[in-house]
């Protein structure tokens, strides 16, 4: 499966989120702590964020995270106060291309889906920005409306038990979370919040978010529910 994070706060410059961390995304693309399933996240990544006049900016590639200078180049330079990012692991039968890598987005939300889903358990749409499963998956919530999410899940879940359906989300206002087969872990600082996959380093302060369970981020704090209670 693939490793995603997120960053709500002060505007933050996407080195230091996405490349810097000595345990953190670009490292978990060959060398994940703590991943269930597959271990090299080499078919592709993305990041998502929000520009000062509140629009969304990515910048995807099919390519290793660990391979992309040009992004290196400029992640230093880039910085926002809502990011969404993940290194990709593709399901088999799934295509390889930058339009097939988390996260998508419909101008306003950007989604990253964890996991695999069969499409016959998603209705057709023409809006998906690819024919890979997590797409389809990012177009449906899109069309339902994300605060809709665990409510949608959960009806894939009973059409698709096979499903692994670990969603992370964020509109520039808050950060949504879902474990479903996989955990997240989160880090309150000063500065702001950041949820992910795996902590991205040793920090004492990483609270980890076990399997089916929702997690909200906004500016006022973190809320963590049990879908299971
Ligand atoms: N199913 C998605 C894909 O093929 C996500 C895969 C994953 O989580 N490893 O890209």
């Known amino acids: 499966m ?5 960053w709500l706060g002060t505007p933050r410059d996407l080195a230091s989120l996405v490349l810097d961390p000595p345990a953190g995304l670009q490292t978990q693309a060959y060398a994940p702590r703590r991943q269930k399933r597959g271990l090299l996240n080499a078919d ?3 990041v998502g964020f929000y520009d000062a006049d509140g629009t969304v900016r990515r910048w995807r590639s099919a390519r290793p ?10 992640a230093p330079v880039l910085a926002s106060h809502a990011v969404l ?18 996260p998508f987005t419909d101008g306003r939300w950007l989604l990253s889906h964890n996991g695999k889903v069969s499409r016959a358990a998603l209705p057709a749409t023409l809006d998906a920005e690819s024919v890979c499963d997590s797409a389809v998956l990012a177009a449906h919530v899109f069309a339902q ?4 999410l665990v409510s949608i899940l959960r009806d894939i879940a009973q059409k698709d038990s096979g499903s692994f359906l670990n969603v992370l989300m964020t509109d520039g206002e808050k950060i949504v979370g879902v474990t479903w087969g996989d ?3 989160y880090l309150e600082t000063d500065a702001g919040v950041a949820v992910a996959s795996e902590p991205w380093d040793d920090d004492p302060g990483w609270v980890d978010v076990p399997d089916h369970h929702l997690i909200e ?4 704090g973190v809320t963590v529910t049990d879908l299971e209670a």
Do not use: Q
């Not at 660990?66 to 290196?72: I, L, R, V, Y």
């Open 65 to 74: 995270l660990w391979n992309d200078a040009s992004f290196a180049s400029v």
């Open 217 to 220: 981020v906004t500016r006022s």
């Open 2 to 6: 693939c490793r995603h994070l997120a």
């Open 85 to 102: 990012a993940a290194v990709r692991s593709a399901t088999v039968g799934m295509p390889i291309d930058e339009t097939a890598a988390a």
């Open 44 to 46: 592709g990544w993305g």
């Open 145 to 148: 409306g994300p605060p809709a």
């Open 183 to 185: 955990e997240l872990s």
